[in-house]
């Protein structure tokens, strides 16, 4: 029904935002990621929305890009997942981030969200392995963890950050982030990829 709005930002409230548009300000729900990308009060923003209709609540759900609401969308068909469980996952973590740890069926990292537990972390993969389209995020996330191609080195320290107590996509992403990993021992890999996790 409503596929953005486009307006000026007039106020910013905890999680909501009021953008006004034709002199009408729409209350719009919103991650906490967005908060902190959004322009400053005053600058006009197009937000993709979502209209939540129930008997008891009409509610107007925001995100800066489609694809934060596509994601948005499909988090709320999981049973036991709301759109207020859905906009705390998506305030702490990336749609990216997301695909990858739903692709490596790794719940603990889910289940760092506010309000999110392992079993409904567990419930949220199994319903939506098969539903995500891949980025290019999680052919790189394939290519290191799974492809036989991959260095012992990127995997042996994948695997020591895994038992350090780090999620596996919080591991595979660190290593990505890591310059020149191919040249390094797993000694150094391991040095620099911790570096990008603090």
Same mark, same amino acid.
Request: glycine residues 6%; proline residues 3%; charged residues 20%.
């Given at each position: 029904?409503?596929?953005? $709005?486009?307006?000026?930002?007039?106020?910013?409230?905890?999680?909501?935002?009021?953008?006004?548009?034709?002199?009408?300000?729409?209350?719009?729900? $919103?991650?906490?990621?967005?908060?902190?990308?959004?322009?400053?009060?005053?600058?006009? $923003? !197009?937000?993709?929305?979502?209209?939540? $209709?129930?008997?008891?609540?009409? *509610?107007?759900?925001?995100?800066?890009?489609? #694809?934060?609401?596509?994601?948005?969308?499909?988090?709320?068909?999981?049973?036991?997942?709301?759109? !207020?469980?859905?906009? +705390?996952?998506?305030?702490?973590?990336?749609? %990216?981030?997301?695909?990858?740890?739903?692709?490596?069926?790794?719940? !603990?990292?889910?289940?760092? +969200?506010?309000?999110?537990?392992?079993?409904?972390?567990?419930?949220?993969?199994?319903?939506?392995?098969? !539903?995500?389209?891949?980025? *290019?995020?999680?052919?790189?996330?394939? %290519?290191?963890?799974?492809?036989?191609?991959?260095?012992?080195?990127?995997?042996?320290?994948?695997? +020591?950050?895994?038992?350090?107590?780090?999620?596996?996509?919080? +591991?595979?992403?660190?290593?990505?982030?890591? #310059? %020149?990993? #191919?040249?390094?021992?797993?000694?150094?890999?391991?040095?620099?990829?911790?570096?990008?996790?603090?």
């Amino acid at each position: 029904m409503l596929s953005f $709005v486009k307006g000026e930002l007039s106020e910013i409230i905890d999680d909501m935002i009021i953008v006004e548009n034709n002199n009408i300000g729409f209350n719009i729900r $919103v991650p906490m990621s967005l908060i902190a990308n959004i322009p400053s009060i005053g600058s006009e $923003v !197009k937000i993709y929305t979502y209209l939540y $209709v129930r008997e008891d609540e009409i *509610s107007l759900y925001g995100f800066l890009t489609r #694809d934060d609401l596509n994601i948005f969308k499909l988090l709320i068909t999981v049973n036991g997942i709301g759109p !207020k469980g859905a906009l +705390a996952i998506l305030s702490t973590i990336t749609p %990216n981030d997301l695909r990858m740890a739903i692709m490596a069926s790794d719940a !603990k990292f889910i289940s760092s +969200a506010p309000g999110i537990g392992t079993k409904t972390a567990q419930k949220l993969i199994i319903e939506l392995k098969d !539903k995500i389209s891949l980025s *290019s995020d999680i052919d790189t996330y394939e %290519n290191v963890t799974a492809n036989a191609d991959t260095s012992n080195v990127t995997n042996e320290t994948i695997m +020591a950050l895994v038992a350090l107590g780090y999620s596996n996509t919080e +591991a595979t992403r660190a290593v990505k982030a890591v #310059d %020149n990993r #191919d040249s390094l021992n797993s000694e150094e890999l391991l040095k620099q990829a911790l570096k990008k996790l603090f």
